[in-house]
């Protein structure tokens, strides 16, 4: 069982908290108060899954100029706020993380301080700390696969032997260019009719919505991936 898994790689806004609608509302305040009037939706429906590096590059292209230097820091000043009060652990993950005995680690396009920060407040960083890895850390984020690899490498894993778990597109097209095998999440609250559709048609094996199941599902790919 599971023996052509050897590690689990989880994402961490979408999969393991439930950010994505909390960091849309204050990606969109910051934003129409650097004249980009856009709606929490908008955020969501344009830059989910992708670093800031990269949303920063096509805002920029489009308004014609650079956002000021700060302006990270203002988003995550205004997410950070927000995370304090609103921020939840994605339902029974916690449980999921107890009953997968595999190594487990996080590629998350956020900063450091921004992924200690939301699973601290879900009650999750001791369970999967030191093992956290951030878009900071290479040259190019999501949907690049860089992350992915050098998470891998950083675990001494190949890249064949890795499962992915994503909620966005970004994410499972870097997974998968990064070679490794990638399950759709669509159970955050962030998640409209349709998603499962989109994260299968970027290269999901397959989807779910419930993290009570996922301990199984990475048994019977272990078998499966096994028997091929
Ligand atoms: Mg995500």
């Not at 203002?74 to 009953?99: C, N, P, W």
């Not at 921004?114 to 040259?139: E, N």
């Not at 094996?205 to 996922?214: A, N, V």
């Amino acid at each position: 069982m599971n023996s052509h898994v050897d590690l689990v790689i989880f994402d961490c806004d979408g999969v393991l908290v439930d950010s994505e609608v909390i960091s849309c509302r204050a990606h969109a305040q910051t934003l129409t108060r650097h004249g980009y009037p856009i709606t929490a939706d908008q955020v969501l429906e344009r830059f989910l899954g992708v670093s800031d590096r990269e949303a920063r590059q096509t805002i920029e292209t489009e308004i014609g100029r650079q956002l000021p230097d700060d302006f990270e820091s203002k988003v995550k000043q205004a997410t950070l706020q927000f995370y304090a009060g609103d921020l939840r652990a994605i339902s029974h993950v916690g449980e999921a993380i107890a009953a997968i005995g595999l190594p487990k680690c996080v590629a998350s396009s956020g900063t450091p301080e921004k992924i200690r920060h939301g699973l601290s407040c879900a009650g999750l960083y001791d369970r999967l700390a030191p093992h956290i890895f951030s878009a900071t850390q290479v040259a190019r984020g999501k949907p690049a696969p860089d992350l992915f690899l050098f998470a891998a490498g950083q675990m001494q894993v190949s890249p064949g032997r890795c499962l992915v778990i994503e909620d966005s597109v970004p994410g499972i097209t870097g997974a998968r260019a990064a070679g490794m095998t990638v399950l759709g999440f669509h159970g955050g609250s962030h998640c409209r009719p349709g998603h499962a559709d989109m994260l299968r048609a970027a290269g999901a094996l397959m989807t779910f919505d419930d993290m009570r199941q996922l301990p199984g599902l990475i048994a019977r790919i272990g078998a499966r991936a096994a028997v091929d």
